[in-house]
């Protein structure tokens, strides 16, 4: 395949993704059949499979499109400037705000995770459990050299902060009264007033 074919055939994946994603939130991803999909994308069943294998490859793709941006921007917070607890603030506000900004990918994925089959669900585990951990390793950091505290061992940190992000797409709504990026700081002042509380003798 040409970089000019790529082009133009990069359009038509867009396409069954963004119609998947509309389907799978208006009807759920057992309600909708894969020729649906490709009624509303206005392409053959071939055209489909040559870009995904499934329908559980397109749903391990919904969300698995999020992840990857999501690591990306993490590895160069992490990698970034600045202080380690600057650095840490910076990643958590971003994976909220991130979140936020593609809430209903998200929200079909964790909605309909448990239907996949048994081994893209391991897979999945998996990649997410790599974002988790380099999360994890900036707290363990933090907490190493006493920047932060260590009452609180850094995977329950981190499990206790990725529980409320997920939480997000039972309430955020993008026309309400705060932003990702407010809710963002937020998130990320409660994980770093709680990682420093502790560090004050009671």
């Known amino acids: 395949m040409t970089k000019g074919d790529h082009v133009r055939e ?3 994946r867009q396409r069954i993704l963004a119609e998947a994603t509309r389907l ?3 009807r759920g991803f057992e309600g909708t059949s894969v020729q649906e999909i490709v009624v509303a994308a206005g392409v053959t069943k071939g055209a489909m499979y040559h870009y995904f294998d499934s329908k559980d490859d397109l749903l391990h793709e919904i969300y698995g499109r999020v992840l990857r941006m999501q690591t990306d921007r ?3 917070i992490a990698d ?4 380690l607890e600057q650095r840490l603030r910076r990643a958590a506000a971003d994976v909220v705000e ?3 900004a593609n809430l209903d990918d998200s929200k079909i994925f964790f909605r309909s995770m448990h239907l996949l089959a048994p081994e893209t669900r ?11 951990e380099r999360f994890r390793d900036l707290v363990a950091e933090g907490q190493r050299t006493g920047v932060f505290s260590d009452r609180v061992p850094a995977e329950l940190v981190v499990d206790y902060f990725f529980g409320s992000v997920h939480h ?3 309430w955020f709504h993008a026309d309400g009264p705060l932003t990702g990026a407010q809710v963002g700081r937020h998130f990320a002042d409660l994980l770093l ?3 420093r509380a502790g560090n004050v003798d009671q």
Do not use: C, I
Request: aromatic content about 6%; hydrophobic content about 25%; charged content about 25%.
């Open 74 to 76: 993490l590895a160069q």
């Open 98 to 100: 991130t979140t936020t």
């Open 122 to 132: 391991k897979t999945v585990r998996a990649e997410r459990r790599r974002y988790h």
């Open 10 to 12: 990069e359009p038509v």
């Open 24 to 26: 799978f939130a208006d």
């Open 193 to 195: 007033t709680s990682l």
């Open 80 to 83: 970034g400037p600045g202080t």
């Open 168 to 170: 997000l797409g039972t």
